[in-house]
DNA sequence: GAGTGGTCTAGACCACTGT
DNA sequence: CAGTGGTCTAGACCACTCC
């Protein structure tokens, strides 16, 4: 059993995921049709059945295509995303200080999660844990103390696929004026996590908010329901008070097939009388 | 040469993952140690080589291992991302209103691509190019128009990488008058591209940008030197103008492992008198 | 030169899908 | 049932790194 030397530089099974890929962005393989099977590949590229596997998991690997047992392998739809947006932190803080009834229309888990409530199972657990050395630093805190850890998750109750999921944390110091706000049975809580801040004397002054992205393990994609090829979006949203003090701290995760974060960032009016620009002047 | 029937319902090659990925989590394996040899695990697990290298490349797909001939693999280190702030888009507004010497402080390219000017070789392309059908529906102009595609790259000299990448588009009909807005050859720009529509008498009145993540290409992963199972994060910019008019998109891409997207919400303070929480009228 | 991981082959059994 | 892809084996050659 001789390997046959390579054609070219190119190791074969990057030579046929090479051609399969272009094939699909060329749109001559087109979303949800079949692929060539393996057999057909294998005697195209008078190969073995293994490098044509090879190179199926490589498009597999880079979310272009989906295969499973029984079925022919076929070209991955482009996935629909649903839009996040954020900034709407300055409404939610105008919204803390009206009646408990118009808080209500909006729930915690809601403004975190940005799915809205319907035919999903939602979960929230409270915890007190000691402040990891990395949350510690994000409060300026020794490490070790109390935080409020909550986690809130949603799960479609068929397929028990993950549909949300993000943690908070908040120092208990900060908010033992409030006991209610140590208690699970309370969510969702009307009017949000900005009105909770506020029963304990917080004004919110901004919100930092960072994304990064991570190739998830076999184990979150099976919980998520995701396929493979199809990363992770990660962010950590900083909420600071008016005296520049991080006051609480929130992970959420998204898959990247279905989600698009979007910010908008609004900009203030030059004044009415500004100089217009004159391009006879060559002022560039 | 019969397979052995496995001896669990998990495949062997996930469940040698699954035990290397749980030792590295652990941080039994940690960051820039070796793996054990694709020998040893084969004998541990008493399996083929083949079923190793499998489980060796779930872990690479993943981002956790590096391995390459030669060497044995290595458990990744951890990435240090840069943190890609935006929100100085009023402070960029701002800056277009003053006089050259003070807007040429900041370059075009550095506003858009977020890496310092040095040591790196940027390339500045300008095309015409008829519009696309999506982004015709990005400006709400028809099909084919004029836009002006302007490609924003730069490289590191001695690897060949890329370091940054973006395009951005603009209507022609937008900018005709101001030739020199057609001009490759005045890069950069003194005072970014807010200055740039400010000479053709555009006032912007908000950024909405989004956020998505993608797995690479073998192709895009030689292109910017990036190991497999990085993702890519992908932005797109929308520049609306006062008259909630679309006037620019751009698009930029990130590798995933060394980049930190850090958006911020700055919020208008509270009225002085605004009502203080009152615990004891329990207004939940 | 010994040891590492990368590529390839040929053959086998299995799980699942459709008819 | 035939056909699909998923898993596994055993053996081979190759490119590369390090001693």
């Known amino acids: 059993m001789r390997a046959e030397p390579a054609t070219g530089v190119l190791p074969v099974h990057h030579q046929i ?31 073995a059945d293994g490098v044509v596997r090879e190179a199926l998991g490589v498009l597999r690997a880079e979310g272009l295509i989906t295969s499973s047992r029984g079925k022919p392998s076929t070209v991955r739809t482009p996935p629909t ?4 947006w954020t900034g709407f ?14 808080r209500a229309k909006r729930g915690a888990i ?3 999660s940005g799915v809205p409530i319907e035919e ?18 994000e409060f300026s805190i020794p490490e070790g103390s109390d935080l409020c850890q909550r986690t809130y998750e949603m799960t479609e109750p068929k397929s028990g696929h993950r549909l949300s999921f993000s943690i908070s944390y908040i120092p208990v110091e900060l908010i033992h004026g409030n006991p209610d706000l140590l208690d699970e049975t309370k969510e969702p809580w009307p009017g949000g996590h900005t009105h909770q801040l506020y029963t304990v004397g917080i004004e919110l002054g901004k919100f930092v908010r960072s994304v990064i992205a991570e190739q998830p393990t076999a184990g979150d994609r099976q919980r998520w329901g995701m396929e493979e090829g199809i990363p992770m979006l990660r962010t950590r949203t900083q909420s600071i ?23 908008t960032e609004t900009l203030t009016r030059w004044p009415e009388d500004h100089p217009r620009f004159d391009l006879e002047k060559g002022d560039l």
């Not at 008070?241 to 910010?263: G, Q």
Request: glycine share 4%; hydrophobic share 40%; aromatic share 6%.
């Open 120 to 137: 999903v199972i939602p979960t929230t657990r409270y915890e007190i844990i000691p402040a990891s050395a990395e949350l510690a630093k």
């Open 17 to 47: 995921a090479n051609d399969l890929r272009e094939r699909i962005q060329s749109g001559e393989l087109r979303p949800g049709d079949r692929l060539p099977t393996i057999g057909a590949l294998q005697q195209a590229w008078s190969c």
């Open 89 to 102: 932190a300055q409404e939610q803080k105008d919204l803390a200080l009206r009646p408990r009834a118009e």
């Open 110 to 112: 809601e403004m975190i």
């Open 81 to 84: 995303r649903a839009k996040l």
């Open 241 to 263: 008070d008016i005296n520049d003090r991080v006051v609480e701290v929130s992970d959420a995760w998204y898959p990247a097939d279905r989600t698009e974060l979007v910010f």
